[in-house]
């Protein structure tokens, strides 16, 4: 990134949210494939296969060599982990990030959910953990919608995930960040998940962001695999979550072009 802001018109708004629609229904049916025993590239075909179906494309695919539809993380893996081998586990923390290029448009979202949820006496307390750091994370995305207004700033929005997931005892990743969307896969301005009311660039209609909050149960410390130089991990192993929308900022109220509303924790 490092160039021009690009807000987008009222009919691009309108064919983002269409693409929208078409992301978020992918995903649910990703959500819904991603059970106990299934292989990850199987979640990875099957978002391929949709998008095709709808007269989409997966925009991450090719995208700066990444070699597969979707961003499929497990665990300790906080984003851009590869499908590969990987096989659902039963009490799993899995995140599905997804991003479609529709009329030449681009949209992105995502989302973290426990696999299989069933666990026996001694795994309880690890779900129940896990299930904290998943809500908290997707409380966060939807506080940011209080500042997704004209005249607040970018340090509003980081501030109200920071302070939120914080406040539960939980890290907020600082090296990854959330990015503007539309006419290309990541755009400027960069979306921090955290800072300070009242501190960075103004909110103007026409601004469209990929808000991301990226929490972590240990430190907010990550690394990068070297295996695939793509996935990123917590530095002390422990889970991390992440939920995201495209949301788009307009006269008044905000709108959510990635919305997520049937999403469910149970």
Request: net charge positive.
């Amino acid at each position: 990134m490092g160039g021009k802001i690009k807000l987008k018109s009222a009919k691009e708004i309108e064919t983002m949210a269409e693409g929208g629609i078409i992301l978020t229904n992918i995903l649910k049916a990703l959500q819904k494939k991603s059970s106990v025993g299934i292989k990850a590239c199987e979640v990875d075909g099957l978002a391929g296969c949709l998008a095709k179906e709808a007269g989409a494309e997966c925009s991450f695919k090719g995208y700066n060599g990444f070699p597969y539809n979707i961003c499929f993380s497990l665990n300790d893996e906080v984003v851009h982990g590869f499908p590969e081998d990987k096989i659902i586990r039963e009490g799993d923390l899995v995140s599905l990030d997804l991003g479609i290029k529709y009329r030449g448009l681009f949209t992105d979202a995502s989302i973290s959910f426990i696999a299989g949820k069933k666990p026996g006496k001694e795994g309880h307390k690890d779900i129940l953990a896990k299930k904290k750091l998943v809500r908290t994370t997707l409380n966060c995305l939807k506080d940011t919608l209080n500042f997704c207004r004209p005249g607040f700033q970018l340090g509003d929005i980081g501030n109200a995930i920071q302070t939120r997931a914080e406040k539960a005892g939980f890290s907020v990743v600082r090296d990854l960040v959330g990015h503007g969307v539309g006419h290309a896969v990541h755009e400027d301005p960069f979306v921090l998940n955290y800072g300070k009311p009242h501190q960075g660039m103004k909110l103007i209609p026409g601004l469209v962001l990929a808000i991301e909050p990226m929490l972590n149960a240990g430190t907010f410390k990550v690394i990068l695999d070297r295996r695939s130089g793509w996935a990123y991990k917590t530095k002390d192993g422990l889970p991390s979550a992440h939920f995201e929308w495209t949301v788009a900022i307009t006269e008044s109220n905000p709108r959510v072009l990635t919305p997520l509303d049937w999403f469910s924790f149970e």
